[in-house]
């Protein structure tokens, strides 16, 4: 059987398929203004990616804020039970998830089948998120691919008091005229992002062994100042980005 996920996020669309239970492939683009195109886009390019036709496709599962802008999909699932479904896949053995997106932050614990047990979602201020370290870079003139290698330099990182978009951009700004080097905003950033984080994953009763995934994931400051933060290791996987549209493509075989 071939399925197909979709997770349409703020940022990102991602597309991942799947054939007799394995990951086939997978592809990220830019959403854009228009969730719709995106998602028919990276559809499209996943498939092409695959080598396969759209008739090759039994079933489609879309998530994500834009999930339903996906009208071909057969099936919508929350982002929680996506999460779930693609870190249980990737390694059976995780029983907590941490997901930084682009506008959101979740905490969600397994049970020993991959069943979501509990959650806490942050989905009211985009403190901690991707739109959060997007705001920052720009406001350092630092390409943000480059955010997690800079912050791991640092020797002594910024104190980053506000946990507020708006306000920690002025704080920024302000650490930048006092001759602040930006490693050591960076990692003060990092920093603060793993104190907003670590309080909401407290909230859930986190049990290891921990995965991260959400495009943040990609960012190893961030992972660093979360395993100090927390005290613990966090398991980082090469698809963590797309970990939501697998686990769509995977609930998608049981249609």
């Known amino acids: ?29 830019f ?4 969730a719709e195109l995106a998602g028919q886009k990276v559809y499209d390019e996943v498939l092409s990616e695959a080598g396969l036709g759209t008739t090759a496709i039994e079933k489609i599962v879309s998530t994500g804020y834009g999930r339903n802008s996906v009208k071909f999909a057969d099936k919508s699932y929350t982002e929680i039970m996506c999460h ?11 029983r907590s998830i941490i997901d930084i997106g682009g506008q959101d932050s979740k905490a969600i614990l397994l049970d020993d089948k991959g069943k979501v047990k509990n959650f806490v979602m ?5 403190a901690g998120t991707g739109r959060f370290l997007e705001v920052m870079a720009r406001a350092l003139e630092v390409n943000l691919d480059d955010f997690g290698a800079m912050s791991i330099k640092s020797k002594q990182p910024s104190k980053i008091s506000s946990l ?10 302000s650490l930048i005229a006092k001759g602040e080097q930006r490693q050591d905003i960076i990692a003060g950033i990092h920093e ?13 009763g986190i049990k290891e062994p921990v995965m991260i995934t959400g495009g943040v994931a990609r960012n190893i400051g961030v992972v660093h100042a979360l395993e100090k933060k927390l ?11 797309v970990n939501g549209a697998i686990g769509a493509a995977f609930l998608a075989a049981s249609l």
Not at 4 to 22: L, P, V
Not at 31 to 34: D, E, H, P
Not at 164 to 173: K, N
Not at 231 to 241: H, T
């Open 231 to 241: 005290g613990m290791k966090i398991e980082v996987s090469p698809y963590a980005q």
């Open 84 to 94: 779930a479904a693609g870190a249980h896949f990737l390694n059976p053995h995780v």
């Open 122 to 126: 942050n989905d009211k201020c985009a």
């Open 1 to 29: 059987m071939i399925t197909a996920g979709i997770d349409i996020g703020s940022i990102t669309a991602k597309a991942a398929i799947f054939k007799d239970g394995k990951l086939l492939a997978a592809k990220v683009i």
């Open 31 to 34: 959403t854009g203004y228009n």
């Open 192 to 204: 603060s992002i793993a104190a907003r984080v670590s309080s909401m994953v407290g909230r859930v």
């Open 164 to 173: 507020c978009t708006v306000f920690a951009e002025s704080e920024v700004i």
